[in-house]
């Protein structure tokens, strides 16, 4: 059993900021990549920012304003979110590609996903 469960989300004004952290937690036996994912009402899920071994990937909407860390001793991953705006509202999901201790192969977990909410 494997369990990703994300805290941090809430309700900010725009230009504030925001934490969300992501705690991977069961029968892990390598995790390969971690990472955040956003799905705004009516739109697809989208790849926020993921880290992978030491190369970092963010999306054009984020860059500069979005900072994603990791720390492989915890199995955590946190995306500091700072000059937020309106768009940047929808739920936030943890994501990792991660082996478990029951399987050879590498799978996609998700966390159960927390509500970031930007006022104007």
């Known amino acids: 059993q494997v369990q990703l469960v994300e805290s941090g989300g809430g309700l900010v004004q725009a230009g504030g900021s925001l934490r969300l952290s992501c705690a991977a937690s069961g029968s892990i036996f390598s995790i390969n990549a971690m990472g955040w994912y956003r799905q705004a009402p009516g739109r697809q899920r989208e790849l926020v920012a993921t880290i992978t071994g030491g190369i970092i990937n963010y999306a054009d909407p984020v860059k500069g304003r979005f900072t994603i860390s990791r720390d492989n001793a915890k199995n955590t991953v946190s995306l500091q979110m700072n000059s937020l705006k309106p768009e940047d509202t929808a739920v936030y999901y943890c994501?990792?590609?991660?082996?478990?201790?029951?399987?050879?192969?590498?799978?996609?977990?998700w966390g159960q996903g927390t509500q970031v909410t930007v006022s104007s």
């Open positions: 994501n990792a590609v991660l082996r478990s201790t029951m399987s050879v192969s590498a799978y996609n977990y």
